[in-house]
């Protein structure tokens, strides 16, 4: 029994440090490896290119768009091992992660090839899945952007030669989502964005379904969805802070939401869009109770 209360401790332990590392910020981390690749001897190739917006205080990105590639030996494929690691662990641990995805022996019909937007425009971009076999890619909102309507997105292609060399190139984005598209509430003036809806009166429970069902509909209307679903766990959170649902003739509609929100569970497109949605289930059960 001691050993084994010891083991769990160890393990929690384990568990916490690793959090706390693959937390760390992914282009740190990326800097890090492949300036030890270059310390070995391996040639990077660097496109590099942003603006930024002089009109606006601090001077946002208005857009970035980098991309390396390299080369790397046979005896240095561990390096590849831990940039793919240095993806994955973003990808689970980063809070502002919303989107990971990946290829692995990719096919002629480029079916897994996507385009990774760069600032406003959406025909400014570059494509993965097409030359390289093989890709890992994760979507960073931007946590400095309140409006979280800007994300970097991070891609690793990689492929390897019948001899074990990689050839790989590691890519960064800055973009507004394609799906982040500003309107104004009616009769308001007020600036809102349908992934992250704002409302002056949050116990009016009218408003907060309307809302939630112009969320719901846009998540289905779209291909591009990738961060409907956090507008939907933040549109919960405001539903608790303001009260939504307190009401004694309030469980009929709270029964109507729980139910929609119980589909988009078990029909989510992806299993980031489902763990917000889960996440925003309990904050409907905090809402009303019966």
């Known amino acids: 029994m001691k050993n084994l209360i010891l083991a769990s401790l160890m393990l929690v332990s384990l568990n916490a440090s690793a959090q706390n590392v693959i937390a760390q910020d992914i282009e740190s981390w990326m800097s890090s490896l492949i300036s030890q690749t270059i310390d070995n001897k391996v040639e990077v190739s660097k496109s590099l290119g942003q603006e930024r917006d002089i009109t606006k205080e601090g001077t946002p990105l208005k857009w970035r768009c980098d991309i390396m590639t ?28 919303y989107g990971v995805n990946t290829l692995s022996t990719g ?15 959406p025909s400014r971009y570059v494509t993965i899945g097409e030359q390289y076999g093989n890709y890992i890619n994760v979507n960073i909102l931007d946590a400095g952007d309140t409006t979280k309507t800007h994300r970097y997105a991070y891609a690793l292609e990689w492929k390897e030669d019948h001899k074990g060399n990689v050839f790989a190139r ?3 984005t800055y973009a507004k989502i394609p799906s982040a598209q500003t309107t104004t ?3 308001t003036g007020i600036p809102s964005n349908p992934i992250n809806p704002f409302f002056n009166e949050m116990t009016n429970d009218d408003a907060f379904i309307r809302n939630f069902n112009s969320l719901k509909d846009f ?9 409907t679903a956090i507008g939907i766990y933040d549109l919960c959170r405001l539903g608790v802070k303001f009260g939504a649902f307190q009401l004694p003739d309030s469980t009929e ?12 569970i078990e029909v989510a497109k992806n299993a980031a869009d489902r ?16």
């Open 70 to 97: 390299f080369t790397l030996p046979k005896k240095q494929r561990s390096m590849l091992d831990e940039m793919i690691k240095a993806f994955e662990a973003n990808g689970t641990y980063n809070p502002n992660c």
């Open 107 to 121: 096919n002629p019909q480029n079916e897994g090839k996507r385009n990774l937007m760069i600032g406003d425009d």
């Open 170 to 172: 590691y890519i960064v």
């Open 185 to 187: 509430i009616i009769g």
């Open 219 to 227: 998540y289905w209307r779209n291909n591009t969805t990738e961060v």
């Open 253 to 264: 509609k709270w029964e109507k939401v729980m139910a929609d929100i119980d589909a988009l």
């Open 275 to 290: 763990k917000y949605f889960e996440k925003a289930r309990e904050l409907l059960m905090q809402m009303h109770k019966k």
